[in-house]
């Protein structure tokens, strides 16, 4: 691969002009790689912001990326390998030894160093953890103790605490004297009583602008949310979300302060759950822009298998009505109409139960006011169509007969599509399962099979 | 409506109790408003938290939410107002004088408050407006010059800023002196040369912690973004999580400091702008739990119409294969098959297309790679079902014309899906048009042309 290639497969979103990684240095940035030339990596990826650096790796040939692991992989600064997406994380760790890494850990906020210490296998494992500081170490086998996505993983250890009977200089002086050891950043400090139970918390604009002789407890208000750990991460989202929370603290089984959650890890929990949605609905496992044509596959053949199944049942059915279309031909020429306006219908019904049931909107006390209204809308789009579609019918088959029967197939397919849109997602949601999941083929299952029967069914007996 | 009714309306999820409104006390409000009971209404709902309030407002029945406005619509706090969905918004402002509304302006940031006024007609918000403080006046009439969904549109008026040669005591004595004329909440200082450009930040923990005698110079970093009003809000949004940030400054033209966007914005940018491409995906316009069945059609029948118009367009290819659908009616078996497979495996691409194209991670840079991996993937998912979809015509009808008609077909829509499914997106995003928006019908009207007329075509030449 040439330079020019190399340049080639690199962004220059002009939208993205406006922050992010200039062009020309991402050039020499390969220039360098190919050149393996160590000292000018560092001197022009060390000064850039980790995200910008990641950003830099993702997006550059996968032979740049090595060289420059290879090279200067130990002078990253950690923030950069929590910044990677995990493919390629899981990739640039193996250029670094467990003794560097556990060192790297030590910078890193508990939720991040958890997320990199996850990505490896075992026996890394154990040999980064044992080369880990004792905090380093409880803190991130703590994060581990905690599912995937629930708020234990989101969590970090470090956060400011003071007691309710401290006023504001006390505070004050506390942190200014304690530095180092507390957190990077931070955004409220938590009031805590004597079992160390989080009673109040107060942002820090707030406290630095009071007077130093106020109390704590005159100047605190309830933490508009506790969180336990093993609460699920949507649920934790959802509250920042509607309280605009910058961060919230987190308490053990005893009730007792151990971490908080900010706002940055919020922010990408509601990306991802969006974007899972969003490929869930349309039968994607997963995806990135660094996939292969192989993982595509491998995230997309499921679905379309699922698919291959209700497709086939269809045709089999179709095939029970083959007499039917022998007759009347228009039949086969106008019944993927009323499956594929069924699908449609029953679609949109579907991604409007997805977001109001991933916004919270959607509950079991207005369930059934939102099904009504579902199945009312398709009842009137159903109306709409069936008299557009019957007269389709009459000017091109000049069969009233046939104008019958499709209007009355696309009004029971366009009712049912509302219905099965609303009433599949409730249910896999009653089911414990993902809504977003899988909903889609049955939906569009639903819809097919409602839309093909009714309407040959209905021919059959109508016309002949 | 009885108050049982009443009850039933309203939601219950458990995965809700650990934040959010409590049942029982719903129960009495909606007893308070039957009974028209204000102080009792007062009690209730005064000391609730405001998105609380709102939520409460949102959920209960309509005439419920009337008669709170009514009774002590003057009384909710201005929040209360910020937090509730556009539809009951301004249905609730007509039960506040104009005067009243104006006061309740000032305990706002500019962003919310801009938001309110937007919703008003242009007599009721002249009068607002007029009854508004100058401040509140120039600030808000500021934000509704810049266009819907910008940054002008998310920024707030108040922020904090030092000059260079300050020093961190001086900074803090001053913002203990200015108190109330302080944004309510803020996380990062802004440090301003002589021309009040904003040349750094500093997170308020870290000016906190700092000795007063360090000058802000020495504690400032550059801002990773400085914000131009125009900038589509999307962008904004991606430089906040890109960067983790808290609050990013905003300039005017000439580069002075105007303002400060802060996360919480962003928050509910995100989940708009993520909502916005699920529900577009699925053609439907905007959707609200709170719809009728007439915003609801409103919203979904014009691309359904735009779906029965390439219905037709599919139906009258599939008319002039009529001739061969009678002489094999395994034809019109089968041919639904080729249609939906193709069309699942579209919808699949551009899934995942909109959500890189979203995440800012398809750029012209690497879109060709893009483009070659999805048509690769529809290669090879094509070929899978291609043998599977073969060996069905053989086992079902017997024919291995039929087979290898099939086999091509599926071949060749899922190679095309894979093609159309990038690359009408990417055209869309390169007209400036929301690719989200009318791709998913084009893409299923291309796949379904393709499999109708292949699969058809195909077998005319070859059975035939």
Same mark, same amino acid.
């Given at each position: 691969m040439t330079v020019m290639d190399d340049l080639q497969a690199l962004g220059s979103d002009p939208t993205h002009s406006e922050h992010g990684v200039d062009r020309s240095l991402t050039v020499k940035v390969i220039g360098a790689a190919g050149d393996?030339? $160590?000292?000018?990596?560092? =001197?022009? @990826? @060390?000064?850039?912001?980790?995200?910008?650096?990641?950003?830099? @790796?993702? &997006?550059?040939?996968?032979?740049?990326? =090595?060289?420059?692991? &290879? @090279?200067? $992989?130990?002078?990253?600064?950690?923030? %950069?390998?929590?910044?990677?997406?995990?493919?390629?994380?899981?990739?640039?760790?193996?250029?670094?030894?467990?003794?560097?890494?556990?060192?790297?850990?030590?910078?890193?906020?508990?939720?991040?160093?958890?997320?990199?210490?996850?990505?490896?296998?075992?026996?890394?494992?154990?040999e980064v953890l044992a080369?880990?500081? &004792?905090?380093?170490? *409880?803190? %991130?086998?703590?994060?581990?103790?905690?599912?995937?996505?629930?708020? $234990?993983?989101? /969590?970090? =250890?470090?956060? %400011?605490?003071?007691?309710?009977?401290? &006023?504001?200089?006390?505070?004050?002086?506390?942190?200014?004297?304690?530095g180092e050891d507390l957190p990077d950043l931070f955004f409220d400090?938590? *009031?805590?009583?004597?079992? /160390?139970?989080?009673?109040?918390?107060?942002?820090?604009?707030?406290?630095?602008?009071?007077?130093?002789?106020?109390?704590?407890?005159?100047?605190?208000?309830?933490?508009?949310?506790? %969180?336990?750990?093993?609460?699920?991460?949507?649920?934790?989202?959802?509250a920042f979300q509607k309280y605009h929370l910058i961060s919230a603290p987190v308490v053990d089984r005893a009730g007792r302060l151990t971490g908080m959650i900010t706002v940055d890890d919020i922010v990408r929990v509601i990306q991802e759950e969006n974007e899972e949605d969003l490929l869930a609905l349309a039968g994607v496992r997963d995806a990135s822009t660094a996939d292969s044509v192989w993982s595509s596959v491998k995230s997309r053949l499921p679905w379309l298998c699922v698919n291959l199944v209700t497709a086939l049942v269809a045709s089999f059915l179709i095939s029970t009505f083959q007499h039917s279309i022998e007759k009347i031909v228009a039949l086969a020429v106008m019944m993927p109409m009323v499956a594929s306006m069924g699908g449609n219908a029953g679609t949109q019904t579907l991604a409007v139960a997805v977001r109001a049931l991933a916004a919270r909107e959607l509950t079991p006390g207005n369930s059934a006011r939102i099904i009504a209204r579902e199945v009312g809308t398709g009842i009137v789009n159903g109306a709409v169509f069936a008299m557009l579609l019957s007269t389709v019918a009459i000017v091109w088959f000049k069969s009233v007969l046939l104008a019958v029967t499709i209007a009355l197939a696309i009004l029971l397919n366009l009712s049912i599509a509302g219905f099965a849109g609303i009433l599949i997602p409730l249910a896999l949601k009653h089911a414990g399962q993902d809504p977003a999941v899988s909903s889609g083929v049955l939906v569009t299952f639903v819809t097919d099979l409602v839309g093909f029967v009714a309407f040959l069914g209905l021919a059959t007996l109508i016309i002949l």
């Open positions: 393996h030339d $160590g000292p000018l990596l560092r =001197r022009l @990826l @060390l000064p850039m912001h980790p995200a910008d650096i990641a950003e830099l @790796l993702q &997006n550059a040939p996968k032979e740049t990326a =090595r060289t420059i692991f &290879n @090279l200067i $992989g130990e002078d990253l600064d950690a923030e %950069v390998y929590a910044e990677l997406e995990d493919e390629l994380r899981e990739f640039a760790l193996e250029f670094i030894p467990a003794t560097k890494l556990a060192q790297k850990l030590e910078d890193l906020d508990t939720d991040d160093a958890a997320a990199i210490v996850a990505e490896l296998d075992d026996e890394d494992r154990a080369a880990a500081s &004792n905090d380093v170490r *409880v803190a %991130v086998e703590g994060a581990l103790s905690f599912d995937e996505e629930t708020a $234990g993983r989101l /969590m970090q =250890r470090e956060f %400011v605490a003071a007691p309710l009977h401290w &006023n504001v200089g006390q505070t004050i002086d506390f942190m200014r004297k304690t400090i938590y *009031v805590v009583d004597p079992t /160390m139970a989080p009673i109040g918390a107060i942002p820090v604009s707030k406290l630095m602008r009071a007077r130093r002789t106020i109390l704590l407890k005159d100047l605190m208000e309830a933490p508009e949310i506790i %969180v336990d750990p093993e609460t699920d991460q949507e649920v934790v989202a959802h």
